[in-house]
């Protein structure tokens, strides 16, 4: 096959307008690095995304740790999130990985030398496990402590939340619980993740608003009417991440870094950005 070619998304620009605190986190980014081919005609690599290029997007940011997580592309071939959590190093990353049932005891504890601390459950398109194995993937990693990320289209959580209930492990809710389109704050689906949250091993995922919104940048209010619910109902089990280098996106389109990380100032009170972007992140993956 032919080698992916190089990064051509922007990296560089101004800063947020959010001045983040030592030890910032990055809870979702995905990376794309050389000699590794997606394994899915449903998630071509359109360019690579490297360590190197992320550290331009993570210093302009102001953060200072990271959660690599398992792109759909390379389904069920972990080995470049693997590189990636090497090169890194654990002092300051951590990875979620696709993980089966039938992964062996002695593989994901390697993993967890590395750095991994999750397993990725997508029911959307071109996910690799979805929520019809998620009970059995949890039976495979609580012996390590691990958690699930979930991620599903909040419309139909509905079909989702008996199974949530069940989980004995820590799990997010992914992407603000991705309600693709937007529904109203107050709508019964957002109280079932609100209960789910008082249960105490749930957590949501600040991430990639562009990604479901209506009413669009720089603030997504349709969105974020959602996320501020949520975030002031539990600030304790929320955090925040980027979901560089923003896959498929089109150039066009192609959402503004610092503006994905200045939601937080629209979203959340200024005494919860402290918990949101370090002390929570810190509790989930065990930043020390």
């Known amino acids: 096959m032919d080698p992916v070619s190089s990064n051509t998304r922007p990296l560089d620009g101004p800063p947020p307008s959010l001045k983040t605190p030592p030890g910032a986190t990055d809870c979702h980014i995905h990376l794309y690095l050389p000699g590794y081919q997606s394994q899915s005609a449903d998630s071509p690599i359109a360019d690579l995304a490297t360590v190197a290029d992320y550290r331009r997007v993570q210093a302009r940011l102001g953060l200072e740790r990271v959660v690599v997580t398992q792109p759909n592309a390379y389904q069920f071939d972990n080995r470049a999130l693997l590189e990636a959590l090497s090169e890194i190093g654990t002092h300051s990353s951590r990875g979620v990985a696709v993980v089966t049932p039938d992964t062996p005891e002695d593989e994901l504890r390697a993993w967890h030398d590395h750095g991994v601390r999750g397993a990725r459950i997508m029911n959307l398109h071109g996910g690799a496990v979805s929520t019809d194995h998620m009970h059995e993937v949890e039976r495979v990693i609580r012996p390590l402590g691990w958690h699930l990320m979930v991620q599903f289209n909040g419309r139909y959580l509905d079909e989702y939340v008996e199974g949530l209930r069940r989980l004995e492990c820590d799990y997010i809710m992914d992407h603000i619980g991705k309600f693709m389109d937007p529904v109203p704050a107050d709508d019964e689906r957002v109280d079932h993740i609100l209960r789910l949250l008082d249960r105490g091993n749930a957590w949501v995922k600040i991430c990639a608003g562009y990604e479901a919104s209506l009413s669009g940048g720089p ?45 937080l100032l629209e979203w959340a009170a200024p005494e919860h950005h402290r918990k949101i972007l370090v002390d929570n992140p810190a509790t989930l993956y065990g930043f020390q």
């Open 219 to 263: 603030h997504y209010e349709d969105v974020g009417a959602i996320a501020r619910r949520i975030i002031a109902h539990a600030p304790e089990r929320i955090i925040w991440g980027s979901n560089w280098p923003h896959a498929r996106v089109s150039r066009e389109d192609y959402p503004d870094d610092a503006e994905q990380l200045d939601v």
